[in-house]
């Protein structure tokens, strides 16, 4: 017995997934709502095993039958509309975002395996967290006030960066008259106008593509646009020309560190077109936070360990010339312009009882400078 216990019998929700399409299968509504009282992030159906949820980073499955693979493949089908049908059988792999009645909006992620449809869902509940809710630096906020340039949230699946990306979004529309255009694939939060006008767009709902939507981007007038991920060569072309000719760009990447975030977009280009992107970055870059999400002391709940560069003066020269291996150097010095550095944090973290020393040193990234640390013993 698990300490999820049986599931309850609960009367299915009927809940909408797309105006005029099917309802959500009966069997995953009782599932979602039951993640939700258990406190879950995630809720993941697989076929040969019960339904399993994510709760405080840890996988626990339900007390309940295996899922067999065509029950699986059914439930993902009641999600569906016939474009996303179409997009799944050809592509194998599908994200989409659906919104429940009882947990509010979830990020739904279909793959295929063994010829069945399996899913992944995210709950990514209905408000956004404030700033001191999420533990963000207060240099956050300054990057939100921006005018221009490239803002970038970087770290590994689940580490919180679309929570991140959401909070600077809603603080600009409490505080700024302007336009704010959304990509996203697909949408977690909703925003509604306050001072700023929001308009956002699903890939598969309201545009064909990432590219061709962010690409068109750039003809509806915007102030500030947000980059659900950039994601290749095309994505990262556009969204430094639109930092660099006058709109505040927000976006993800899937990167462990801000040295990894900007090798990595730099290593998309090559040649003359490299050069270029490098320079563009020099210019345009405002600043980079990595993120990742922690187990705490007494593992229930868990923990955002962050590190945060600023595009300082000294920091756009080693980016101008192609010295990225050098931006530690700059970061551990540079505390007093805002630099994080994460082996800093993590420190901070452990000295405060937030997380543990063995969690501590396993994200460390200089492990032999944590562990020489005096204050850093067990």
Known sequence: MN???SLPDLEPQASWVHPGESHIHPYLDRLIV???KSGASDLHLVAGVPPAFRVTGEIILADADALAGPECHAMAESLLNDLQRRKLEQDWELCISIQHAITGRIRVTCYKRNGFTELSCRFCGDR????????????????????????LVTGPTGAGKTTTLNYMIDLINRERRCKI????????????NQRAIVVQ????TDVRSFNRALIHALRQDPDVICVGEMRDHDAIATALTAAETGHLVLATLHSPSVGHALERIVGVFEGNA????????????????????????????????????????????IIRDNQLHQLSNVMQTGSREGQVV??????DLYARCAISYD??????RNLDRFQRDPANTR
């Open 181 to 192: 255009l959304t990509i996203e694939d697909p949408i977690e939060f909703v925003h509604s």
């Open 342 to 347: 994460m082996d800093n944090c993590l420190h």
């Open 34 to 36: 039951q993640a939700q």
């Open 3 to 5: 300490r999820f216990g």
């Open 274 to 317: 490299q050069k270029q992107v490098i320079l563009q970055l020099a210019n345009c870059l405002q600043g980079i936070i990595a993120q990742e999400l922690l187990p705490s002391l007494d593992r229930t709940h868990r923990v955002l360990a962050y590190e945060v560069l600023v595009a300082s003066n000294a920091v756009r020269a």
């Open 359 to 364: 969690t501590a040193v396993s994200r460390a």
């Open 201 to 204: 767009q699903e890939v598969l």
């Open 128 to 151: 956004i967290p404030s700033r001191e809710e999420l533990t963000l630096p207060s240099r956050v906020d300054d990057f939100a006030r921006k005018p221009n340039g490239l803002i």
